[in-house]
Every structure is written in structure tokens, then in C-alpha cells.
């Protein structure tokens, strides 16, 4: 598990690269920009995933996260904060989509893309199945324990242990301080401590 | 060694230590450096969390969309020839469209007035016919009517042969000259 001061990305990243990197987009370097994607569009993808549970809706939001980044990043000022920002600028889209969603929800049938849980008939017997079956255990368990968190004590367990940030990035994602920050997580984690299925459940599937 | 030393860590402490190590107070730092009962303890929990991690990304599909970002936005002023010229050709639609629906529309239904007009200048025509009409029965005009009795339909050709006999049927019609003339 990271450390709290550990900077943690989907790829390999030298801090000094990707200052250099963020300072060339901001200047209006497309290249450079599509270089910022090529590290951090998994990061962000899954982020997007954890909290919207559909594929096809988070490819979705990850192109419209990263458009809105290119169009904004002139005005980023603090440099060595550009994961936080692009965080912070997916956290606010997708808060948008669940916004939206919920408001057609009162005049329509819900259109949910949420990717199902258990494989369908035909590759029921196929080997992967145990994979999805597996997959879909884990999304469920994780889900009832979330859950019972309030929103900001899952927000920021999701951003800690699935997306990995640490408190100092988190902080800056959700321009909390870092003691609020610690106060939410405590909490989540005197809730999780109390889940023993999910705990065994992780021992099994990943010893 | 002090009680605090010998002390392991409670839940509540256990939780803080794994969040940021830091925040313990320094004794319970260095109770938990020295402790491999808190050690383990500590390790067993942060191992499930970070089960958590790698499992959520294992249970997440790949992405199969490439990013693309948006064509950079032209920096020609507003009245380069692309614009304007663009806007003359949504005015040519525009204007095309408003004929192709409105003349149709005016060709089949005449307006309000003209039928009004129609309907006066046929009344006028079926007046002036019935006038000629009434000219071609009888041309002499109303006043003389009430003399010729054309007025009265109850005057048929034989009570006018009472009153005016022809000259046929009068027995004194056959004398030539009248007496008393000289």
C-alpha cells in the first residue's frame, strides 16, 4: 500500500518530467498534452469506472474529463499539482453525471449502462467466467461496505485505497484540509474494520 | 521500560497509525517500531487495503477508446471570409425555404379580401342582369305602367275588346260619312 508520502500514477513518473511536461501544455503544446493522457488516462478511466460501475459511460466521461482539462490548462497555476487537478476536474464531472442522471430519472425509466454483474449464459461455461463471477463478488462486497460511508467518508476511502492518492493529494483533489481529510478516513476505516466477509473474501481471492 | 511501551495498540490507535504514523503520539511511535504483535497487526489491516486497490483494478475493464482532443479553434477574426460568407449562405436557405413554403401556401388559398371584392362585383353583375331582364319584359318605365295597365293582370284581352272593340266587330263601323258635316 502507498506510503502517505509517496506520489502514486499509473506509470513510472519523474516528478521533474511531468512539471516540464504540465508547463509546455499550459503553453499551448498539444504534443505535450497528449503525452499528460498517455500517463494518466488509465488513472483517470478508473477512477471514473469505480464510480459509475459502466464501461461504456466511463470511456465516456474520461474523453469529455480530458477535453475540459485541455481547454482549462492554461490556468493552471501550481504546476506539481496536476494530478490533483485532473482529479478534481473528473470528480466534478462525474458528480455532473450523477447529477443528471438522477434529475431524468424523474421523468424516465432509468437508462442504467452499469456493467452487469455476472456473465450471461453464453460464456457461462467458459473459463473466464470464474473471473467474472469473482469480479462481480468483489464489486458487490465493496459496495455493501460503501454503502454505509457517508459521502465524504467513501469519497475519500475510494480516492485512498482504490485510486490510491495519497492524504496530501487528496486534500488538494478535494480542497479539504489534510486534517479533515484524516477525520473522514478514520471514520471509514473504523467502519471497514468491522466488515469481516469482505476481509476474508480479499484474503481468499488475493493471498 | 514505560506502561505506554508495554502497552499495544489499541484499535483507535492502530487505525491512526495506519492513516499517517505521524499522528501517533512519539511513545507509540516507538512502541509500534519496537512491537511486532502491533507490527503484524498493523501490516495484517493495511495488507486488506491494499487488497482493496488491486483488486478494484483488476476488476476494472481496460479502456478501448483513444482520447482525442478537439481540433484547435481557428484564430481568424470574426469577418474572415469564412464567416461572413457563411452567413450569407445561411441567409440564401433560409430565404429559399420561407418561398418554397409561403408561395405554395398563397397560391392555394386567396386572400380574405379578394373573395370579398369577388362576391360584390357578382352581386352587382346578377343586379344588372336582372335589371336587363326586367327592361326586355317591359321597357316602359314604372310611370307609364299604371297607364297601360300593365299594372292590373286582371285585364285580359276580353275585357279590353268590351271596352275598346276592334273595328271588325262594331256594327256601326260601315258608315262612310258622318251627318250634320256639310
Redesign the interface.
Known amino acids: 500500500?502507498p506510503s502517505?508520502n509517496e506520489k502514486i500514477s499509473g506509470s513510472a513518473v519523474n516528478d521533474d518530467q511531468l512539471i516540464a511536461l504540465v508547463e509546455k501544455a499550459r503553453d499551448g503544446n498539444?504534443a505535450a498534452?497528449?503525452q499528460l493522457?498517455d500517463r494518466f488516462?488509465?488513472a483517470v478511466?478508473?477512477m471514473v469506472?469505480?464510480r459509475t460501475r459502466s464501461?461504456v459511460d466511463?470511456?465516456d466521461l474520461?474523453?469529455d474529463i480530458?477535453?475540459k482539462a485541455?481547454q482549462h490548462i492554461s490556468r493552471i497555476r501550481e504546476t506539481d499539482r496536476f494530478r490533483s487537478w485532473l482529479f478534481s476536474i473528473a470528480l466534478n464531472r462525474v458528480r455532473d453525471f450523477h447529477r443528471k442522471k438522477r434529475f431524468r430519472g424523474l421523468f424516465k425509466a432509468s437508462d442504467n449502462n452499469i456493467?452487469p454483474e455476472f456473465p450471461d449464459m453464453q460464456t457461462r461455461d467458459k473459463p473466464e467466467a470464474l473471473d467474472h463471477v469473482?469480479?462481480a463478488e468483489?464489486?458487490q462486497q465493496?459496495g455493501l461496505i460503501l454503502n454505509k460511508l457517508s459521502g465524504m467518508e467513501r469519497e475519500v476511502f475510494i480516492l485512498r485505497?482504490?485510486d490510491?492518492l495519497n492524504?496530501r493529494e487528496i486534500s488538494q483533489t478535494l480542497k479539504k484540509s489534510e486534517s479533515t481529510v484524516?477525520t473522514h478516513?478514520?471514520r471509514a476505516?473504523?467502519k471497514?474494520?468491522k466488515e469481516s466477509s469482505l476481509?476474508r473474501f480479499?484474503?481468499e481471492?488475493?493471498p | 521500560m514505560s506502561s505506554v511501551n508495554k502497552q499495544h495498540l489499541d484499535e483507535d490507535q492502530l487505525l491512526r497509525a495506519v492513516i499517517d504514523i505521524k499522528d501517533l503520539a512519539a511513545p507509540l511511535q516507538g512502541h509500534l517500531a519496537g512491537c511486532k504483535q502491533c507490527l503484524d497487526q498493523k501490516a495484517r489491516f493495511e495488507a486488506d487495503l491494499g487488497r482493496i486497490g488491486k483488486m478494484a483494478q483488476q476488476a476494472t475493464p481496460q479502456l478501448s477508446k483513444r482520447i482525442i482532443l478537439p481540433a484547435r479553434e481557428s484564430k481568424k477574426p470574426v469577418w474572415a471570409w469564412r464567416g461572413w460568407q457563411g452567413a450569407l449562405a445561411a441567409a440564401a436557405v433560409t430565404a429559399v425555404l420561407v418561398l418554397a413554403i409561403w408561395v405554395p401556401i398563397q397560391m392555394r388559398s386567396p386572400l380574405p379580401g379578394d373573395s370579398a371584392n369577388l362576391a360584390r362585383e357578382m352581386q352587382e353583375a346578377e343586379q344588372l342582369m336582372a335589371e336587363v331582364d326586367m327592361l326586355v319584359e317591359n321597357a316602359l318605365p314604372p310611370v307609364y305602367n299604371n297607364i297601360s295597365g300593365e299594372t292590373a293582370p286582371q285585364l285580359d284581352d276580353d275585357f279590353i275588346q268590351f271596352l275598346i272593340p276592334s273595328i271588325e266587330d262594331d256594327p256601326q263601323a260601315s258608315v262612310p260619312e258622318m251627318k250634320g258635316l256639310a
Request: aromatic share 26%.
Open positions: 500500500m502517505n498539444r498534452f497528449n493522457i488516462q488509465e478511466f478508473r469506472y469505480y464501461h466511463a470511456e474520461t474523453q480530458f477535453v485541455y456493467d469473482l469480479k468483489f464489486w465493496i485505497f482504490m490510491q492524504i484524516k478516513l478514520y476505516l473504523a471497514f474494520k476481509r480479499l484474503q481471492v488475493s
